[in-house]
């Protein structure tokens, strides 16, 4: 096969091994040295089941499979693309051949980012635009960046158009090569303000930091995040900038998202320059895909993952490293290579700083943070008096003075959270000592590990942009006061009134496990997330709660998905949660989150809420208060330095309420009695399963006993009978509507409300009747304006009657 003349080649990189160059247009590589790729997937798909496990996933692309029959029996050759065939012969036993190696030149897409001289890492796909990338005015709001091409495009391609407010602020500052202490609101982009600066950085270097054939590609940046979830959340989202962007579809889509700017191609866009947009201008056919070596990796390594593709991501070599605490230090203890290169690293992030101390991870990250230290103590430069940048302030993105900055090649380091209290910011600014307790142990964990960072920069530099009370602009808050008991009544009318994409935050796994049956019970689709389940199961159950958003499907990129990437989308999912949910997860669209019980922390509220809300999407959340936490919610909102009645409270229909209060008292019964059941089977196997175990006989009088606790066949009939007519009974609570007070059903004109108009509008409520379709958020306004009105009529003693309750 005869490769094909690379047009529009800026720069040829020598082959990998110079006695095979030019021999032959074919490459006769081992399996591993196929171009495989990294799938980048989107953010949710961490969350998929589809992949049964599989924390990685790689693919192989634009490779023809074919089969020769020969003397020496069949042959499998790959053809790669016309521009390189890679052969791996096998005879019919399947037995690899050793076939010299013989490798094409493989075309780089631009001169700025030659790539590693490596055939290890000849595995990424190079696209070739078929319409010129224009920074500058395809990219306005960037442009004062000058980040690399790559990352401009692929910004582009994910509709990125501007920077996020983090974003703005804390990109000049890392890209002049100062440490930088980020403290935003929950989902406004902080992981591409610490993200875009590393990758910038590799990717501007990477002619000097490429390594040779034999030398394992050096790991230049380690991002810690708490937990796998966020670990594979933060590369996938990083590798999405770093995908092969095809900028003629990404423009496509552009237009359908602005229905101003003209086709790419159509007269219009020619003009483009003159008319301000779509000035990309159209240099060939089609986009070309071509192979060349990517210039920077980004790869996860967390817990859950087997060793050998553990092994097989770190022998590629990994630029950028994501990693939980605890894997990371297992594998760095039996690593040295490794080792040696965290004590080098040029950029070291800790996402989510605060919940790394909560999951236990002290001690793994000290390890690794000792590795970090500088060894030669004259390198470490005094400590200068903090000052503090807000949005806004004048010289944001500017040397505060000469000295701040890290030295040429020295490590940056990025800490970020939505959460870092200001006497720890300021500590951490100063380089100070936090305050001891009368123990003279540090005032918190977190202070006593954050100190612990050897920050290059004489002053880090803190953005902190987080709203007060670290209530993000977008997000509607609310609250239900009632008794503990009648929580389930009042979620499932929430869950009933206003349908969406719903994350209910419980305190603990034991809630969980009773909450569960109930829900199902009531044909309402719940999936447990908590830290009990298995790795697989919290990937599954994410899943089921999950879609895509826009930004996260790689709509542009070259590279298709398979198949098996498909998600099960849930609109009305509902997931009941742990914490383990509640920080850093980037689930699109959840519309609702509810807090069944009151966290015990501010930040806790802040990190649940942000679950919603995200990338200035409208989110809600409601908290569910009953009288013995009405203490914590005034202790919470006071540490947030807000004032408890500032959340409004939530309109119920309690009409409807008393109907649904019946439902869910069945459920319960059922489940109760199903318990008792499986209660009793699970005890009488247990004293068994024991006995067998220990190969010894039951005492006779112990089996005596059993038996006569054991119930009789007459008590499991009963039983069942009772489980069946409880289920009937709720099977036809289900089945009948709920009928809003005063809504004639038969008569749907008449009737103090009528439903009629609603109806023909097309605004009626489909499980209740007599109400109006409406988001959470909107009936919220309306019920405040109703309020504000009555409360000029009704006395102030009236209100007050739920602190009677409370006291
Ligand atoms: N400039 C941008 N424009 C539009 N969307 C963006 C931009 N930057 C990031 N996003 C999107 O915003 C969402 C939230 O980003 P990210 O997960 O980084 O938030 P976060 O601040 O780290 O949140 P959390 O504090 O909850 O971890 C993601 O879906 C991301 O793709």
Redesign the pocket.
């Known amino acids: 096969m005869t490769p094909k003349a690379i047009a529009g080649t800026k720069r040829k990189v020598k082959p990998s091994k110079p006695v095979a160059r030019k021999k032959a247009k074919t490459a006769h590589l081992s399996v591993d040295q196929l171009p495989w790729k990294s799938v980048a997937r989107p ?1 949710e798909a961490h969350a998929s089941g589809s992949f049964d496990g599989m924390l990685e996933l790689e693919e192989v692309s634009g490779v023809e499979v074919v089969y020769e029959e020969t003397e020496a029996g069949k042959i499998v050759k790959f053809r790669v693309a016309g521009e390189v065939t890679v052969n791996q012969e096998m005879d019919t036993t399947g037995q690899e051949r050793d076939v010299p190696a013989i490798v094409d030149e493989p075309a780089v897409e631009s001169s700025t980012s030659p790539a590693p001289d490596t055939a290890a890492q000849a595995d990424v796909i190079v696209v070739e635009d078929s319409i010129r990338f224009d920074a500058e005015t395809m990219l306005p709001e960037w442009s004062r960046f000058s980040l690399h091409q790559q990352l401009a495009k692929a ?1 582009y391609a ?7 407010p ?2 703005a602020e804390a990109l000049p500052l890392a890209l002049s090569g100062r440490d930088v202490v980020g403290v ?10 610490y ?1 875009l600066p590393i990758l910038d950085h590799l990717l501007k270097h990477a002619s000097t930091a490429g390594p040779t054939t034999k030398e394992r590609r050096p790991v230049r940046a380690l991002v810690l995040t708490p937990t796998r979830e ?1 670990a594979l ?2 590369s996938s ?1 990083l590798n ?1 900038c770093l995908n092969p962007v095809d900028i003629s579809s990404a423009a496509v889509k552009e237009e359908e998202h602005d229905p101003e700017l003209p086709a790419v191609g159509s007269k219009e866009n020619n003009k483009g320059k003159e008319k301000g947009k779509g000035k990309e201008k159209k240099t060939g056919d089609a986009p070309k895909k071509r192979y060349g070596p990517p210039p920077v990796s980004v790869a996860a390594i967390v817990g859950g993952m087997s060793a050998q593709k553990q092994r097989r991501i770190l022998s590629r070599g990994i630029d950028v490293l994501v990693a939980t605490p605890g894997r990371l230090w297992d594998i760095i203890q039996e690593d040295d290579e490794l080792a040696g290169q965290i004590e080098q690293l040029r950029f070291l992030v800790l ?2 700083a605060d919940r790394m101390v909560e999951t236990g991870h002290f001690a793994e990250m000290e390890n690794i943070l000792r590795l970090t230290l500088r060894q030669n103590k004259d390198d470490e430069i005094e400590p200068e008096p903090a000052t503090e940048l807000r949005a806004g302030d004048e010289g944001v993105g500017e040397a505060e003075d000469d000295k701040a900055g890290v030295k040429d090649g020295e490590m940056q380091t990025f800490v ?3 959460t870092l209290s200001k006497e720890l910011q300021k500590n951490l600014k100063k380089r100070s000592r936090p305050i001891k307790n009368k123990k003279g142990k540090p005032a918190s964990t977190l202070d006593d590990l954050l100190m612990r960072l050897d920050f290059r920069d004489s002053t880090p530099a803190v953005v902190d942009i987080a709203p007060e009370g670290g209530v993000v602009a977008t997000l509607q808050e609310s609250k239900i006061e009632c008794l503990a008991n009648d929580k389930d009544a009042y979620l499932y009318y929430f869950l009933l009134r206003y349908p969406g994409r719903t994350l209910v935050f419980l305190s603990s796994v034991d809630g969980i496990r009773r909450l569960l049956p109930i829900m199902s019970l009531l044909e309402i689709p719940a999936f447990p997330l908590h830290s009990q389940l298995e790795q697989r199961q919290r990937l599954k159950n994410l899943d089921r709660c999950a879609v895509p ?1 826009v ?2 499907v790689p709509l542009t990129c070259s590279i298709t998905y398979p198949l098996a990437f498909r998600f099960k989308s849930s609109p009305h999912g509902v997931l009941l949660a742990t914490d383990v949910a509640a ?4 689930v ?1 669209a959840v519309d609702h989150v509810v807090h069944y019980q009151v966290p015990r922390t501010a930040d806790a509220y802040v ?1 649940r809420n ?2 919603t809300a ?3 999407r409208k989110g809600f959340s409601l908290l569910m208060v009953a009288p013995d936490e009405r203490r914590i919610v005034r202790a919470l909102m006071g540490s947030l330095k807000r004032d408890e009645d500032e959340i409004p409270e939530m309109p119920v229909e309690l009409y409807l309420l008393d109907k649904l209060k019946a439902r869910v008292q069945l459920a319960r019964d059922i489940d109760t009695a199903q318990h008792r059941v499986r209660k009793e089977k699970h005890e009488k196997n247990w004293l068994r399963e024991a006995a067998e175990a220990m190969e010894i006989e039951l005492d006779s009088d112990l089996e005596a006993e059993e038996q006569g606790s054991a119930p009789t066949k007459a008590q499991r009939k009963a039983s069942d009978a009772k489980v069946a007519s409880l289920k009937a009974e709720l099977k036809s609570l289900l089945e009948q509507p709920l009928v809003a007070r005063g809504v004639s059903t038969r008569y749907i004109t008449s009737g103090a409300v009528s439903i009629a108009d609603d109806m023909l509008a097309g605004t009626f409520h489909e499980t209740m009747l007599g109400l109006k379709k409406a988001e959470a958020g909107s009936d919220l306004v309306a019920s405040k304006k109703r309020k504000s009105k009555l409360k000029a009529t009704v006395k102030k003693e009236e209100f007050e009657e739920w602190e009677g309750i409370a006291e």
Request: hydrophobic share 30%; charged share 20%.
């Open positions: 953010r910004l994910q509709h990125f158009t501007r920077p996020t983090i974003q935003a609101e929950t989902g406004s982009g902080k992981t591409l303000a993200g966020l959340q933060v989202h999405a996402d989510e970020f959270s939505a958003s930004s996260s920080r850093g997860l980037d699109p990190h942000g679950r995200r990338a200035a």
